[in-house]
């Protein structure tokens, strides 16, 4: 274990202490929890406001009159409040609701690119997508002739941004970016891609899951269209999410799911649609949800991300030499501007019998494609191991995961 401070300024372990999963044993182990880009641990006042929500306020939002809809409702509308803050929307009503990215990304699929498609349009992706940012644009252009293009990565990682913007041609219609990926932790120049997107005349959407976890972010300043993120990486309650996008676009899209909530009028010679964002809004959304995710804006927001970026860049750049001291170790994604993400191998081991054995040792860490098979043919691999972090991680914990490995390399080598 390492004896060095962890922190002048930043205390972890008074952090760790909000959360209280951290603290649990495996196999016997204590937990060390490096999954933390699949989901995060979720503060206890994000638990307590989903627990609340369902012992004393609970009630359908919207449709009641009553104290105890009024509460829901005021706390399912404080989540589109706190993530209009958290991401500097111009105005609450642009952020959408959703159930996470994936839904986020889908609405903007069918209800802006679809109507807009014809055969011979294209969507200009990349390499590094989750496959939500890839497989709903296969659908939307198998239904309308066009043709999804990736954009190609460095060895490092790194997106060939002016290969990028060559391949922003007049039959492109819409560019779809991740602002951090997954896999490889690159952060990518969302700013500069948005301005080359906007003199051209092509919208632009960012997938934010990796990125809103770890930095600040000002959709204003970025300058893009559409911005997707998800609830349970940023500490909050799975199943709960968000779509920002441009006014404009907002008020032009049809709705997606059609139901309550999302109506003016409903007659069987037409029905009036709410405005967004609520006509994107259909059915009984996850309250509680959103209850907690309220809390877990709350929480960064006190924590602040110049700490807690600093922390987290401290111990990226820690596991990173640490792991590379381990003979056979190769790691995927060296940018310039990363998030705290590594994947890797071990050379001679199978990454899933490599995850197995340090899920014995208390480790949890990813191994698989993680929803990025265009990557991994990219690299040739089939699966990496992925170690990602959170500021709630400490020095000590990347000490027993570097150890565990040593220890299983041994009986798998
Ligand atoms: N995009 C990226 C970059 C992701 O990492 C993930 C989740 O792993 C998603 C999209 C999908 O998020 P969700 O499953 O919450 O919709």
Request: aromatic share 8%; charged share 20%.
């Given at each position: 274990?390492?004896?060095?401070?962890?922190?002048?300024?930043?205390d972890v372990e008074r952090i760790r202490a909000d959360f209280p999963l951290l603290s649990r044993t495996v196999h016997g182990k204590p937990l060390v929890y490096l999954d933390n880009a699949n989901t995060s641990q979720k503060p206890a006042v994000v638990i307590d406001a989903v627990d609340r929500h369902y012992r004393?306020?609970?009630a359908n939002v919207a449709r009641a009159v009553h104290l105890l809809g009024e509460e829901a409702t005021a706390a399912y509308e404080s989540a589109r409040d706190g993530l209009a803050r958290f991401i500097h929307a111009e105005s609450r009503d642009d952020i959408v609701l959703t159930s996470g990215t994936t839904q986020s990304i889908n609405l903007v699929a069918y209800s802006y690119a679809l109507p807009r498609l014809k055969e011979g349009d294209s969507i200009l992706t990349t390499v590094m997508e989750h496959h939500a940012n890839i497989v709903p644009w296969q659908l939307?252009?198998?239904?309308?002739?066009?043709?999804?293009k990736a954009a190609p990565i460095d060895e490092r990682?790194?997106?060939?941004?002016?290969?990028?913007?060559?391949?922003?041609?007049?039959?492109?219609?819409?560019?779809?970016?991740?602002?951090?990926?997954?896999?490889?932790?690159?952060?990518?120049?969302?700013?500069?891609?948005?301005r080359e997107c906007r003199k051209r005349g092509i919208a632009l959407l960012v997938d934010g899951s990796q990125a809103v976890p770890h930095r600040p972010v000002d959709v204003k300043a970025l300058g893009c269209d559409f911005?997707?993120?998800?609830?349970?990486?940023m500490l909050g309650p799975t199943g709960t999410g968000a779509l920002w996008a441009r006014r404009e676009h907002l008020q032009s899209m049809p709705p997606f799911f059609g139901g309550g909530e999302?109506?003016?009028?409903?007659?069987?010679?037409?029905?009036?649609?709410a405005d967004a964002p609520h006509k994107f809004e259909a059915g009984t959304p996850n309250i509680a949800g959103f209850a907690g995710l309220a809390q877990a804006i709350g929480y960064y927001e006190e924590l602040g991300f110049e700490a807690t970026h600093a922390w987290e860049q401290t111990l990226l750049t820690y596991a990173t030499e640490r792991l590379s001291e381990?003979?056979?170790v190769r790691i995927f994604g060296q940018a310039k501007d990363k998030e705290p993400v590594i994947s890797f191998l071990l050379e001679g081991a199978q990454a899933t019998d490599l995850a197995t054995l340090l899920d014995l040792e208390g480790i949890a860490v990813r191994s698989g494609h993680h929803c990025a098979h265009p990557l991994m043919q990219f690299f040739g691999v089939p699966a990496?191991?992925?170690?990602?972090?959170?500021?709630y991680n400490t020095r000590a914990e990347i000490d027993a995961f570097v150890a565990a490995i040593l220890k299983v390399r041994k009986l798998l080598l």
């Open positions: 274990m390492n004896a060095q401070p962890q922190s002048p300024v930043f004393e306020h609970n939307v252009a198998a239904r309308s002739g066009a043709k999804v990682g790194e997106l060939i941004v002016e290969k990028f913007f060559d391949m922003l041609t007049p039959e492109v219609k819409l560019a779809c970016v991740t602002h951090v990926s997954n896999v490889l932790g690159t952060v990518n120049p969302v700013r500069e891609i948005a911005y997707a993120l998800t609830g349970h990486k999302m109506i003016r009028e409903v007659r069987f010679d037409g029905t009036v649609f381990i003979p056979g990496t191991l992925r170690a990602s972090l959170a500021f």
